[in-house]
Structures are given as C-alpha cells and as structure tokens.
C-alpha cells in the first residue's frame, strides 16, 4: 500500500460573501513531489494557497496531514504542521544582511542573547547545503540580484525545517539566468525529500521542474497531469476551458507544414 500524501485537500470550498472562490478542489502533494499549480487569473490559485497557510480558513471540505484530518485556522497552524510559503512580495529586509533575514523572528539565543556566530554558521551550512551562490551572509539583501534575493527567502522558509513548501510564482520578473538558479533550488527541495507547490505562468518553468501539473479553473479542479506525458497545448486547452487557442492552432500549422 503507498503511503499517504504528505498533505491533501478534499472537496475544499471557500466563499467570500457572494463570490465562490473555490469549489469542491481536491490535491495532493506528495514526498520528493513538484505539483505546479496553474491557472488563469481569477482562477482561485491564490485563495487555495492561503487556505492551506491558515490565511483564510476553508469554509467546507477537509484538510488532511499524512493521513490525517487537521484543521488550519491562522498561518501558525500551518507553520507548526510543517508547511512554507513563499509569496511573491518575498517579506525580506532590504536593510538587513542574508543571516538576519533568515533568521528573522527566529534568533538562535545563548544565555538570553542573539548568538550571531551560530547564526552565521548555520546559515552558511544551509546555502551550501542548497548550493546557494552569493557573495557573503553578511551583504545586505538590498545588493542581492533578483534571483539571489529569491533563493534567500526560499532558504528562509526552510529554517524551520518545513516538509512542504509553496512557493508564489517564484521566477515572476527575472531573467534566464536568475531562473535558472531558481529551478536548479526547486530540484533540490524536491531531491531532499519536500513537497513543493509551484504557482506559475510560465510552462516552461513547470516542464523544466513539475512532476505534476494541477489546474485550477473557475474555482475548480480542472484536470491533474503527469508532466512526462502531457503535451503543452492539453495544459492550455484545460486552462483555458477551450481547445481551440492560440497554441492549439500553431501546433496545428506545425504539424501540417511538417507533412
């Protein structure tokens, strides 16, 4: 018998006043997992991963932790639980230095007081653990590039030593290279064993690094793919609602000049 998934949701609703935002979505998120989580704007992907942070509490259906029914209520429900997000704002301190921000309202303490030298080791530890490149601990995040920056918040989340982490469209507004190193981190997570929500727009992220592709459409569960096997035009049609789009017919054209 396979194990149970690390965290799944069933027949989830969410409303605000008159508006439905979520309706009967199932997921499940494996160990060693990618899920990407795709959709149209409006499609509810934003409201399912805050009701999975405790942000806003479902309003029916259940949410299941290896095997077991839980209730999340507010974020630290979901943090105690062992689940991290990372929004797109990030939340870091431009200010402050990689070590202060990891550790941000997680201070390591000795005798009552800040222990920076352990910090600063183990921060180290964790960005070489993750092969993360940047040119100290101690720069100020404000001198970090876009990706960097990223990284860093990612790293964050996993201070806590979290088993599940959600990260909001983490490639949004950086370059090939600054992508690259942000994927490479995503195989990572998914190499030590965590299950990783991936919200993107970009198919290219989520064919580089998604095990399984989850779409979201009008507030419901729209189809759940396997990447392998999945064409690219089958994830639009579903995002979509149509099969005949843009990309439907490009491929179409394609294939017709290729006879």
Excluded at 139 to 160: E, T
């Amino acid at each position: 018998m396979s194990a149970p998934p690390v965290l799944a949701l069933r027949g989830v609703s969410k409303r605000f006043g008159a508006v439905q935002a979520l309706t009967d979505v199932h997921l499940e998120i494996h160990p060693g997992e990618v899920v990407a989580l795709v959709g149209d704007n409006g499609a509810g992907k934003s409201t399912l991963v805050k009701t999975i942070a405790g942000v806003h509490p479902i309003d029916e259906g259940a949410i299941e932790w290896k095997g077991r029914r839980t209730e999340i209520h507010k974020p630290h429900d979901s943090q105690q639980l062992g689940i991290a997000t990372v929004y797109q704002d990030l939340a870091l301190c431009d200010n402050l230095d990689v070590v202060a921000n990891l550790f941000l309202g997680s201070e390591l303490r000795r005798a009552g007081v800040i222990d920076e030298v352990a910090m600063e080791k183990r921060a180290q530890e964790l960005l070489d653990t993750l092969s993360i490149r940047i040119p100290s601990v101690r720069i100020p995040v404000a001198s970090l590039s876009g990706g960097q920056r990223q990284v860093v918040a990612i790293a964050r989340a996993l201070v806590g030593d979290p088993e599940v982490v959600i990260l909001d469209e983490p490639t949004a507004a950086l370059g090939v290279e600054q992508t690259a190193q942000v994927l490479d981190l995503v195989e990572r997570l998914r190499e030590r064993g965590l299950g990783v929500i991936l919200i993107s727009h970009n198919m290219a992220d989520v064919k580089a690094v998604a095990d399984t592709v989850a779409v979201l459409r009008l507030g419901r569960n729209n189809g759940v793919f396997p990447v392998r096997t999945t064409s690219h035009e089958d994830i639009i049609a579903a995002i979509t609602g149509a099969t005949d789009n843009a990309v439907t017919r490009r491929q179409a054209r394609t294939t017709e000049a290729g006879r």
